[in-house]
Structure formats: C-alpha cells, structure tokens
C-alpha cells in the first residue's frame, strides 16, 4: 500500500479544471514535441501534481480523453488512458484496469515509446499492489529497470528499486526485497537525493521487519524518522506508517510503552487526515500491547475501534465499487460515443468515395456523348449507366442510412422496404437515362461517320 501512495504522488497526472482540456501553453508545447517521448514528457510535467482521489479528476480525464479522440491523438489518448486506470484502481477496480493498461502498453511497444512503456509498467505493479498480488506487482515494476538504464535515468532507477523492494517487503519476500532496497540507498547516497534516501532507507528496515531481524530495522527506521523530524514526511499516509513501524518492532521486541507511545503518535496523523489503513493498524498494535499487559478497558477500547475502522473500511470498499460501477459505465459510453464518431467518419469517407467515383463515370460519358472523333458502341454507355446506377444507389444508401435507421428503428424488414423503394424510383429514371444518353450516342455517331464520309469525298475529289 506505501508503493500506492508513492505512485500516486509521483505519476498520478491528466486532470483538467477548465472547459479546454489543455491549457494554451501546455498544448503549445505538446504540439511542438517531436516525439512521442516528448509528449508524454510534456503531459506528465503537467499534471504530475495531481492525485486520482481528487474529486474532478475522473470528469476531467473523461473529457481530456474525448478531446484527445476528436482530435485523432493516439499518443495523447494512450497516456490519458494510464491516468484513467489509476482512477480505476483507486476505485478498486482492478481487472478493469489491467484490461485498460495491457491495451495501452501493446501500443506503447508498437511506437517503440520507452517513456509510454515505462508509465504503464509502473501502473502495472501499482495496481496489482492494491490487489495484494506481490509477486506480479515486483514482475512488473522490476521490467522498468533496462528502460532506466538504457536512458541513464539514475533517480528514476532509485524509485523503480525501491518500489521493487516494498512489493517483496509487503509480500514477505525480504530476501529479494532486501537486495534491491540496497541497491536503491546505495543508488540515492551517490546522488546525495536526501529526500528518496530517507524513503528508501525506511523500505529496507521495512524488509527487515518482514524478515523478523527487529533489531536490524530499528537504525533504518530511526534515520528515515530523524529526517522527517527536521524536514516534512512525503505525505501524512507515510509519516503514519513509519510510526506505526516502530509500533510494531516494539510489540514484537516486547517493549511495550514504547509500542504504544509510536502507535499514538501514527494515530495523531492518521486520524486527521483519514488514513483509516493506518489508524487500523495502530489500534491493532495498541489493544495487542494492552492484551499483552493485562488493561482490560484498555483493550476492550482499541479492539472496539479497530473493528469499528475494519467495518468502516468494508464499508468504504463497497462504496469503492458502486462508483466503479457507474465509472465503467461512464468509460463504456464514452467508447460507445467513439465507436458511433468513427463509423460517422466512416461513412461520409464513404460518401466522398461515391461521388468520386460517380464523377468520373459522368465524365467517361460525357466524354463519349461529347466527343467529335469517337464511335462509341451503345454497350459501352449501357455498362456505364448499369456502373453509375449502383453508385448512385449506394450514395443515396450512405448519405439516408442514420435517417432510415431512426424511422424504421433499426428494423432489417423496414429498411429493406426503404431500400427497394428507393431502388424502385432509381431504375425508371436510369432507363430513361439510358434511352436519352443511347440515343444521344446514335445522332453523334451518325454526325461523326458523316463528317468522316465528306472527309473521304473531298480527299478523293482532290486525287
């Protein structure tokens, strides 16, 4: 859950406050980025400060999407879509937004977009950390690191490290999640990031924990506290669940004043700000301390609140799903509404095709009705009129198609019936068309072999 929390504050971006999606100076810059790199560059400096539990920001990247859509963006509509599946696992929708991740890391690939790739990993272990599933959350996490190295990015190394070693720390798994917490203070130590090192320096005591070697863990712990003492924690979610650390290596050490005093003070953060995850924990340690030491009322209290937070959560996660519910239902419109301005795009492509294609019919005809040296069989122009009959049909077919659908309502039999009246009007002005057009022919024939015939006269009268 801390790597949720870190993901939130370091790539939870795409919300917009104001009727225009991007604002000028933003879209100025996303417009000039020669590369899809650049543009998710420009994207994720933007909206970098955002959080997906902001209240507008489903609305807004809702709407950010259908302007990226309108404006046949791929690139803008793949990084949008990154934002939209933190909402999704925000919302405790977990599958959705796998479904949505794997969609856009196929293209990402596809475009060969390292930036693109490197996001939707992150994503990608975020979410399967809120889905407890720990192993596939380092899996991918850990695929970012040749990205990192090939473009040197050692800060970003450091943070896909440590994120790395929270997923094997919070699945128990202290051995792999010790090497690469390692890996992440020795990396934040050189580059003298004092604020990354106190996070890293507290995911290893963290793996220690996990490891049950309390009294390796305490110096990590107190070294990432003395940090946040003089400086301000990352958030009030991991200032809580650092003191509720030194809670429980002190319940498991048998100290249990000092569990208490740290379970208190996660409680005074926590509370606060709403942390309930935190606030459970530190009940939890503060009535098994209590337990331990024989104060009844005390217990009986803070097991009180713990069940009280435990089913507040419950409720909350129910809470979580409803809205997920009428969020995918918000996302399935959208794709409908896109998937209904395609087929549009579609069909007056369609209807730009036919008249194309009947213009150059009328013109071959006009070329022979009009030409002067030409003898055109009859045929020829019946073929014609046959090939400019169906163009025609399936012109008017396109250009009535969304009106006969609304009077007929989508019935097969009814618009069939439209279709063959249609067809019916059609074929009487074809043939009379036709007639005019063969006939047309015959009189220029005729007026082309009699000026050839006086043609042939006078060059014999000349011989």
């Given at each position: ?432 068309v036709e007639h005019w057009a063969t006939k047309k022919l015959v009189e220029k024939n005729k007026q082309v072999r009699l000026a050839a015939a006086k043609k042939t006269i006078e060059q014999l009268d000349k011989n």
């Amino acid at each position: 859950m801390k790597q949720i929390i870190l993901f939130l504050f370091t790539i939870s971006f795409f919300i917009s406050a104001h009727s225009q999606p991007l604002p000028d100076s933003i879209k100025t810059k996303y417009l000039a980025a020669k590369t899809d790199d650049e543009k998710g560059n420009q994207l994720f400096s933007y909206f970098s400060t955002q959080l997906v539990t902001d209240s507008n920001t489903a609305t807004n990247t809702l709407a950010l999407l259908d302007w990226f859509a309108k404006q046949h963006d791929e690139v803008g509509k793949d990084y949008t879509n990154i934002k939209l599946a933190g909402i999704l696992t925000a919302k405790g929708d977990f599958p959705a937004s796998l479904n949505l991740l794997f969609q856009v890391l196929s293209r990402f690939e596809k475009r060969k977009d390292n930036f693109g790739m490197g996001l939707t990993y992150r994503a990608i272990g975020s979410t399967y950390m809120s889905a407890k599933d720990y192993h596939q959350a380092a899996e991918y996490l850990k695929k970012q690191i040749p990205l990192a190295l090939a473009d040197n990015q050692k800060e970003l190394l450091s943070r896909v490290y440590n994120g790395v070693a929270c997923a094997y720390g919070e699945g128990k798994m202290a051995d792999s999640g010790m090497v690469y917490a390692q890996k992440a203070v020795t990396m934040d130590t050189e580059l003298k990031n004092y604020f990354q090192l106190a996070i890293s320096t507290s995911t290893l005591g963290e793996n220690y924990i996990a490891d049950g070697q309390y009294d390796i863990a305490l110096p990590f712990l107190k070294r990432t506290f003395d940090y946040y003492q003089k400086n301000k924690a990352p958030s009030p979610y991991m200032d809580a669940y650092l003191k509720n650390d030194f809670a429980e290596v002190f319940l498991a050490t048998k100290v249990y004043d000092s569990a208490n005093y740290y379970a208190r003070l996660a409680l005074q953060v926590a509370i606060p700000f709403d942390v309930k995850d935190q606030s459970m924990r530190s009940y939890e340690y503060l009535y098994k301390s209590f337990e331990q030491t024989n104060q009844q009322d005390s217990l009986n209290k803070y097991f009180r609140l713990a069940m009280l937070t435990k089913d507040s959560l419950f409720t909350l996660e129910k809470i979580k799903n409803i809205q997920a519910l009428g969020f995918r239902e918000e996302l399935r419109q959208q794709e409908i509404a896109a998937e209904k301005l395609k087929t549009e795009e579609e069909r007056k492509e369609n209807i730009q095709y036919a008249l194309i294609a009947l213009s150059i019919v009328s013109i071959i005809v006009l070329f022979l009705l009009l030409s002067r040296t030409l003898i055109t069989n009859t045929k020829v122009i019946e073929f014609l009129g046959v090939v400019a009959l169906l163009i025609v049909f399936e012109f008017l077919n396109l250009l009535l198609h969304p009106f006969l659908e609304r009077i007929t309502h989508h019935s097969p039999v009814l618009m069939l019936l439209a279709l063959v009246c249609i067809a019916a009007l059609l074929v009487p002005l074809h043939h009379k068309v036709e007639h005019w057009a063969t006939k047309k022919l015959v009189e220029k024939n005729k007026q082309v072999r009699l000026a050839a015939a006086k043609k042939t006269i006078e060059q014999l009268d000349k011989n």
